[in-house]
């Protein structure tokens, strides 16, 4: 697909969203700061808490992303006693852990939030991250996505990034899942060639279908050092930590 | 100020764990040491920006009369006269001078104790759930709210109100929770005012949804949307709670810049909801109390300031400002 293609469904795309988004308590409309949570993405969260990722996790860990259209999930999660790592909004403040077991039943609501999660969850460094179980599931929210599972368009840099910094840690194989957790009008039906550093998704997660799709050639992610400098992810502390975790080979 | 400087993270204690040099980091990546030392080398109206900053905060420039002549800063900073104008309106630009035609460059007192408060909140602030540690975004919850939140539930003021406009600042979520728990009616603005106001009535709210209700990111899914047209129904507000960027010991409510509070004032006092007789309370920490007169633009007086260690009555035992003059400086400029 071309470039002015993906220009197209963009606009078609953001048309159609912003009739089912949901505002965000600081961002406002101003879609382009923040993933949008939508009209259904509780009958999304209602499929996901089914999958075998999450139901047969064993001692696997799940790894969320903080956009709002997961919030009902991570609630469910929270409820379920399930215990997740998610990052802060931006990277920003890298990775966290919310043990779901500590949260009150009162409070599941509220640390489902990112306002709420802030309060509950604990900052876990890579190097505490890489002593842990690999990840069994991982859902992102946002973005357009092809029929090939390859996400496009505003936001899906993060969780790129994410992806290779948790593979550079040793954290996702073969069986890691990946979820993309979407309204319909995000999903667009055409093939996309992805690029090297694009996860592409086993699971397209919409109100009305969840969409299966092959990725059993997809190679383990990993940071592109020479493409980091200059954009978004220079200056995060977690950047700096892998470096130092994967390339100076610090006890 | 230096873009190659360490990572220095806004926080100490529990929420620091990562500090590596970005200097270190860059110089091993190939092919992009050399991009990075050249960004190191800053240009020179950029070192005089700081050092003027610099002056400033340090009180070594006089906030009431103008900046000295030119002539005499182009000597202190060794620069030519561009360099010194260009470094002058990035400040003015910046909000920390004002250019006033005729009188000559003034330090704005406001926003010299902003950048001091700013700097002393960076030991005991929380970040923001989005805008992390940019403080120029948001007033911050900080170590030490509980303190302060007693504090305001100490005041006979807060037992008698039911209804209490409560600003949307992180430091008075807590309080926002407290008044809900207590079955008070509560008015809290969107952020940046930009949806209208939210109507919660903690006596309708299940007990498990009110520390949802009472962050920003809940409020919408309880309260009530209210917008100019019918903010009247909520009814007479009884207390205002609000954060600050800083306080100062006379009464002046410092908040980010956009004036949020006193907008807000104007809107309800407009529609009768509030008057001069309504308590006002700043909930900051104590590094936010500034202790000096000044003369900042007009915004909503305080009457109590609570803090993490005390509670000051502004006005003293003459009882509520309300029947002081400057309380007519409550409106919008």
């Known amino acids: 697909m071309s470039r002015v293609d993906t220009e197209n469904y963009r606009e078609r795309i953001w048309t159609e969203l912003a009739k089912v988004a949901r505002p965000d308590s600081r961002f406002h409309w101003d879609f382009s700061s923040f993933i949008c949570d939508f009209e259904g993405s509780e009958e999304c969260s209602d499929r996901v808490v089914q999958m075998d990722a999450l139901t047969k996790r064993g001692d696997r860990r799940v790894f969320i992303t903080p956009d709002n259209c997961l919030e009902d999930l991570r609630f469910k999660l929270i409820s379920r006693g399930v215990s997740f790592v998610m990052t802060t909004y931006g990277i920003v403040r890298g990775f966290y852990e919310l043990d779901s077991s500590k949260i009150p039943a009162s409070d599941h609501r509220y640390a489902a939030t990112l306002d709420g999660f802030d309060r509950y969850a604990k900052p876990v460094s890579l190097d505490q991250l890489r002593r842990g179980s690999p990840f069994s599931l991982l859902v992102t929210g946002g973005s357009a996505v092809s029929s090939n599972g390859v996400r496009f368009g505003k936001g899906h840099g993060y969780f790129d990034f994410e992806w290779a910094i948790l593979s550079e840690l040793g954290l996702t194989d073969k069986s890691s899942v990946v979820v993309d957790v979407v309204h319909d009008c995000q999903f667009v039906n055409e093939v996309m060639p992805a690029e090297r550093h694009d996860v592409a998704v086993d699971w397209v997660v919409t109100p009305t279908r969840s969409i299966h799709i092959d990725q059993t050639t997809r190679q383990r992610g990993q940071v592109y050092w020479e493409m980091v400098p200059g954009t978004e992810f220079e200056r995060l502390d977690v950047v700096a930590e892998l470096w130092a975790l994967t390339k100076e080979k610090q006890p | ?333």
């Open chain 2, 1 to 333: 100020m230096d873009s190659d400087h360490d990572v220095a993270p806004l926080l100490v204690g529990p929420l620091t764990f990562c500090r590596y040099s970005y200097r270190r980091i860059w110089s091993k990546v190939p092919g992009v040491d050399a991009r990075r030392e050249k960004a190191g080398d800053q240009p020179l109206y950029s070192r005089v920006r700081h050092e003027l900053t610099d002056m400033v905060l340090r009180r070594a420039l006089d906030d009431t009369s103008p900046l000295p002549p030119e002539p005499r800063l182009m000597e202190i900073f060794a620069v030519s006269r561009g360099t010194l104008r260009r470094a002058i309106d990035d400040l003015v630009r910046e909000g920390l001078l004002s250019a006033e035609q005729g009188r000559g460059t003034f330090v704005k007192q406001e926003e010299r104790l902003r950048r001091v408060v700013w700097e002393r909140l960076k030991h005991v602030a929380i970040p923001d759930s989005r805008f992390d540690r940019d403080l120029r975004e948001f007033v911050p919850d900080f170590f030490g709210s509980e303190e302060a939140t007693r504090r305001v539930m100490s005041l006979e003021e807060w037992t008698s109100a039911s209804r209490v406009f409560c600003a949307p600042d992180n430091s008075v979520e807590r309080l926002r929770y407290e008044a809900l728990s207590a079955g008070k009616n509560v008015l809290v603005p969107t952020y940046g005012l930009r949806r209208g106001f939210i109507h919660l009535n903690g006596s309708v709210l299940s007990r498990s949804d009110l520390r949802h209700a009472a962050s920003l990111d809940g409020m919408e899914s309880y309260g009530v949307v209210l917008g100019p047209g019918d903010l009247r129904r909520f009814g007479n507000v009884d207390l205002i709670v609000t954060g600050a960027t800083a306080a100062t010991s006379d009464g002046r409510h410092i908040g980010g810049g956009q004036r949020y509070l006193a907008l807000e004032w104007a809107m309800m006092e407009q529609l009768g909801l509030v008057s001069t007789a309504v308590p006002v309370v700043a909930l900051v920490h104590e590094c936010q109390l500034v202790e000096e007169v000044v003369e900042a633009d007009h915004d909503c007086l305080i009457d109590y300031i609570a803090t993490n260690s005390r509670v000051i009555h502004v006005w003293g035992s003459t009882g509520s400002a309300s029947n002081e003059a400057p309380r007519s400086l409550r409106r919008i400029v």
